[in-house]
């Protein structure tokens, strides 16, 4: 059964830290690039960041460039979302996703389009708050 399920979430002041991880089952994490998405209530679904399979190409969003860091350990069938100096903004369930494929080598590329994405965890729970 092909699943993805995130953990690490939790409440923390601004300017804490949090590492999310995203365990895979039921396919060949090493095949496909993964997502980290995010929803807030009452917004839409938004990108944060994507990982390449074997050259490990990275995309950030704007809103978490210099802060956030995305890495996979095939190894270990997870992939993790690092993110330091959080901000208010950035409360929201967090998920991550399997890349489907398509045209795009997926050893170099990525992106954030929700669409393309499929397989999607359960989410996790980021709260930044004082």
């Known amino acids: 059964q092909l699943q993805l399920v995130e953990s690490g979430g939790g409440l923390v002041q601004p300017g804490g830290s949090l590492r999310l991880s995203c365990a895979v089952s039921g396919f060949t994490l090493d095949m496909y690039a993964i997502g980290w998405f995010r929803q807030a209530p009452g917004k839409e679904r938004e990108g944060v960041s994507c990982i390449s399979t074997s050259e490990r190409r990275t995309v950030y969003a704007d809103s978490v460039k210099g802060r956030f860091t995305i890495s996979r350990d095939d190894a270990k069938d997870t992939v993790y979302l690092q993110m330091n100096n959080l901000k208010p903004e950035d409360t929201a369930i967090y998920f991550c996703?399997?890349?489907?494929?398509?045209?795009?080598?997926?050893?170099?590329?990525?992106?954030?389009?929700?669409?393309?994405?499929?397989?999607w965890g359960q989410g996790t729970q980021v709260t930044v708050s004082s």
């Open positions: 996703a399997r890349r489907k494929p398509d045209y795009y080598n997926q050893a170099y590329y990525c992106d954030l389009f929700v669409h393309r994405y499929i397989n």
